[in-house]
């Protein structure tokens, strides 16, 4: 990748990144964040405050790669059989390009499919990447997640929209 | 074939040692614990602190039953069943909101005052002489049996007569006065929204699991043992603090001695805790500030007891389970006999440091999200039993574990904590509000038939 990061270099990325986790490449999926990097998925719809308040998930490296080596364990009884996920993209919008800080933000719209035995269940969803330039690659410094029935209740959502 | 509303018929599902499988799988049966346990019983309605102010309201249910819990003109907290006496529509739909000095039907324009009575009716001259003043519709909206404000925790009995509050509960208050008292303040606040996460399953599950203290190191060696297994890759040195969720999810990995050793406490009408000596909330680290605030208000010897205690779970039967060292309440709220959602709220100790309901927040979203890798292992076990229970290959569910010849449930106990002795409480409190106002038996022609 050149120095100056384009806009397709970023909707490539979170292309490359969604077909991980269909795939369950999922260890792969791990290189792709930053060291303090964090997935956050709010439970109240344009929620400010992840520590003080409940979420659905707000996750750092180790509690993402303890995630990941639950997907893969054996003795993962939830995933016997496992599940399967599909994520089918939007055009993301690149929000924010700053080459000079190698800062962008990407916005996509999708939906995301999860389905194991005879269960399946569809949840529209507004994936925001926060990437930055490391080391010549693109890294996942923060992935917020917000599912637009937030507020419902749901049952197992095992994989990662 | 339709199960008689009897003493009798209760009774034959449930032994000392094992329960039928119909109080899982039956709707029949289900339908049953609605109009008997569910409403002979003190079930958890919400908290004060979600309706601050007059006019303020909170939409739920008691089981299957839609209520509105409000705070009435007159400051007290009032709770009415949500369905208009005219044409039955529910009068309240948001969650939260404020209604100001009545609710208005949005359907027809009947009013009502936030206790319940009618207030008024467009072209009521429309009524006169038809017999409206003895209707029902007359009575306005219908408040439930009793209403009990305890410090905040709202609970009713639907059924108009019935147990006390204090009798009812007795010395399992202690635990909601715990969690309170960690307040220096000595007052909680709803925090949030609660998690919402449904279960394909019976109510029933969910409740005997909060004190199943040998499933942890085996359902959860997915989660809690992966955790440990990183943890000691990553070799740090020794006496490197944990990071907060390594403190929270290893415990669950501890072995089954520990768990034995924890204590289990029951009290009578189905009450009950882990964690009598310690339990899996005891190591966790201290918040700088907190203590020093505790010992202010209610002086060293006082703080010390009430910090010393570390229940763990601290089931409120039927159908809520709280955690006093973490500040949650989870509600399980039963839909049907395969239906139930599960409610996990977190609260805010008053004048305690942020940190503590950080700590109370990532426990919640870790362990009981539907997203949580936790609350995953345990919901494919519930929903594995009761797709297993339709077998007619076995009719009976055992619980049996250290159970002792004798065992009386109607006195409180204090044994070895892998005991199943407060699963058999439980349905030992199951059959006393099931039957409480049913007939022995049928009519005698019933019987012949």
Redesign the interface.
Known sequence: MSPAVTRDDLIDFVHAEARMLDEGRFSDWLDLWTADGVYW?P??WNQQDA????????E?Q??L???V??LN?A?????KPKSRCLHVLNRPDCDLIDNDAGRYTVVTRMTYVETRLDDQFLLAVTATHDLVHQDGALKIARKRVDILNC????????LLP | MPIPETRAAMSALVQPQQVHRDLYISQDLFKLEVKHLFSNTWIYVGHDSQVPNKGDYYTTQLADQPVIMVRHTDNEVHVLYNRCPHKGTKIAIDRTGNTGKFFRCPYHAWSFKTDGCLLAIPLKKGYQDTGFDQSEAAHGMTPVGAVHNYRGFVFARMAPEGIGFDDYFNGSLSSLDNMIDRSPAGKLQVVGAPLRYMHKCNWKMLVENQTDTCHPMVAHESSAGTAVKIWDSLDKPEGTPKPPAMEIIAPFMSPYEFFENMGLRTWPNGHGHTGVHKSIHSEYSEIPGYFDQMVEAYGEERARAILGEARHNTVYFPTIMIKGPIQQLRNFIPLAADRTLVESWIFRLVDAPDELVARTAMYNRMINAPTSMVGHDDLEMYERAQEGLQSQGADWVNVARLYEDGETLDEEAVLNGTSERQMRNQFHAWLKFMTATMPDSGPASEDAQ
């Open positions: 998925m439970l109240e520590i003080h308040e409940t979420s659905l998930l707000h750092d180790f509690m790669r303890l995630r080596e639950r364990g003795r993962t009884f939830s995933q507020d419902a209740a749901f049952g197992n959502i095992q």
